[in-house]
């Protein structure tokens, strides 16, 4: 089955610490992104991929990493530097369909808490 | 002014009832078109792509209008298990936009 796989689906994290999140797809997309969803609120784009080893920062990439060695991978770092870490975090990758970009294809989310 | 401007709702309807949702757009260089749906704390899942032509899967049907920059979804004879966030969401260059979605619940 194609799809995209997140990892893990709830973390929680001590203030001051790290963590990586994972995303893996099979979908052979070029294009992925990281957002970020808080309650009640839409999404907004950390950072996206459109080919191996090349990434451009979103709206909201203080605090944030990531890294694009394999066109199937995208983690991404929350690094202590962000302040209010604690959201929904969703991996998407996209295609195209017939010369225009096709549509957004989800993971299923990380739930990161901080304590 | 954002890229992407969605009525947030709620929307409550009884069962039965047809609901339409609009979403409107500010980039006349955008290219793809997109309606998700949102189920509480879980990830968007592709509802409809939406065409020039409008298109139409069962109870559903989406527009879109180029010349005013606003993309519609019509949902004919609600059913409960439509309650659900729906998201308006537009691929301009490399980026996709999204609207802040649209909550509809429906009443027994």
């Known amino acids: 089955d194609g799809g995209i796989t997140q990892s893990p689906k709830y973390l929680f994290r001590k203030e001051g610490q790290n963590v990586t999140l994972s995303c893996e797809q099979n979908?052979?997309?070029?294009?992925m992104y990281w957002y970020r969803q808080d309650p009640g609120q839409g999404l907004r784009l950390i950072y996206y991929?459109?080919?191996?080893?090349?990434?451009q920062k979103g709206d909201i990439a203080e605090g944030y990493s990531v890294s694009r060695e394999k066109k199937e991978s995208f983690p991404l770092t929350v690094t202590s530097a962000q302040k209010n870490p604690t959201a929904f975090y969703l991996c998407?990758?996209?295609?195209?369909?017939?010369?225009?970009?096709?549509?957004?294809?989800f993971g299923e989310g990380s739930r990161l808490t901080v304590l | 002014r954002k890229e992407v401007e969605q009525d947030p709702g709620p929307f409550n309807v009884p069962e039965g009832a047809t609901v339409a949702f609009n979403c409107t757009y500010s980039?006349?260089?955008?290219?793809?078109f997109f309606w998700y749906r949102q189920d509480c704390r879980k990830e968007p899942k592709l509802l409809m792509s939406?065409?020039?032509s409008g298109n139409e899967d069962g109870r559903f049907t989406a527009q879109l209008n180029r010349a005013s920059q606003y993309i519609s979804l019509l949902i004919r004879d609600s059913k409960l298990s439509d309650s659900a966030t729906y998201l308006c969401?537009?691929?301009?260059?490399?980026?996709?936009?999204f609207g802040t979605g649209t909550s509809l619940t429906v009443i027994p």
């Open positions: 939406v065409y020039s």
């Open positions: 998407a990758s996209s295609g195209e369909r017939t010369g225009v970009p096709g549509e957004l294809f």
């Open positions: 991929s459109q080919i191996v080893n090349d990434f």
């Open positions: 979908l052979n997309h070029d294009a």
């Open positions: 969401v537009v691929n301009t260059g490399n980026q996709f936009y």
């Open positions: 980039n006349s260089a955008s290219q793809s």
